[in-house]
């Protein structure tokens, strides 16, 4: 079964760090790109931040640049996210996803994370 | 960036009846040395992660019931349900995944009237 779990999510303090894992099975990890996204309950979808197979292209949204940053490992079929200068507004279901020519096929069911004082 | 906007943002459909959905982008999608519109549509329902509906914005993903129907070109585009079902409540979303940052619209939130 083709299957993302993320994990790495929890409360955390303004200004905090956290990293996100997402464990890939079912499919070929090294052949895929990877994305992030985020969703704050209630309101809408926010793409975050993209990595190619080979680790060597990145790109991120302008409200994590700078904070955040994407890797994978892929010996292990795993995405990471470190998230650094937390802040309030980062607070959101957190996903990591599979990409399809650049769209998303395959999401995990999310990892929370909030940001609090 | 490409900024993506959708009307209506919320619509209520008789069960049986059409629902479309529209979804504008800043900036054209198609790229044109494949002739692809790089929009994709997704289904989020409550408690769920979003689904993957349709890609190149016309291409139904596999298991998606052909009752979803995604049309346009450029920066213009429509998802319809033919038929709305009791289990197509949820909100869709629009994405460009032209040029990054990979931007979403809104959202639309489809219910039943």
């Known amino acids: 079964e083709v299957q993302l779990v993320e994990s790495g999510g929890g409360l955390v303090q303004p200004g905090g760090s956290l990293r996100l894992s997402c464990a890939a099975s079912?499919?070929?990890?090294?052949?895929?790109?990877m994305h992030w996204v985020r969703q704050v309950p209630g309101k809408g979808l926010v793409w975050l931040s993209r990595?190619?197979?080979?680790?060597?292209?990145?790109s991120y949204a302008d409200s994590v640049k700078g904070r955040f940053t994407i890797s994978r490992d892929n010996a292990k079929n795993t995405l990471y996210l470190q998230m650094n200068n937390l802040r309030v507004d980062d607070t959101a279901i957190y996903y990591c996803?599979?990409?399809?020519?650049?769209?998303?096929?395959?999401w995990g069911q999310g990892t929370i994370v909030t940001v609090s004082s | 960036d490409i900024v993506m906007t959708q009307s209506p943002d919320s619509l209520a459909v008789s069960l049986g009846e059409r629902a479309t959905i529209n979804c504008k982008s800043s900036q054209s999608v198609l790229y044109s040395s494949t002739n692809k519109n790089f929009l994709a549509w997704y289904q989020v329902k409550a408690g769920q992660p979003p689904k993957l509906l349709i890609y190149w914005a016309s291409t139904r993903q596999s298991g998606v019931p052909d009752r979803f129907s995604g049309s346009g070109s450029g920066t213009d585009f429509t998802l319809t349900i033919s038929s709305l079902q009791a289990e197509d409540v949820a909100l869709y979303y629009c994405q460009q995944y032209n040029t990054s940052p990979f931007t979403f619209g809104p959202g639309t939130k489809v219910d039943i009237k």
């Open positions: 990595i190619n197979p080979d680790d060597s292209i990145t």
């Open positions: 996803t599979r990409g399809f020519w650049g769209a998303s096929d395959i």
């Open positions: 079912g499919f070929s990890f090294s052949s895929h790109w």
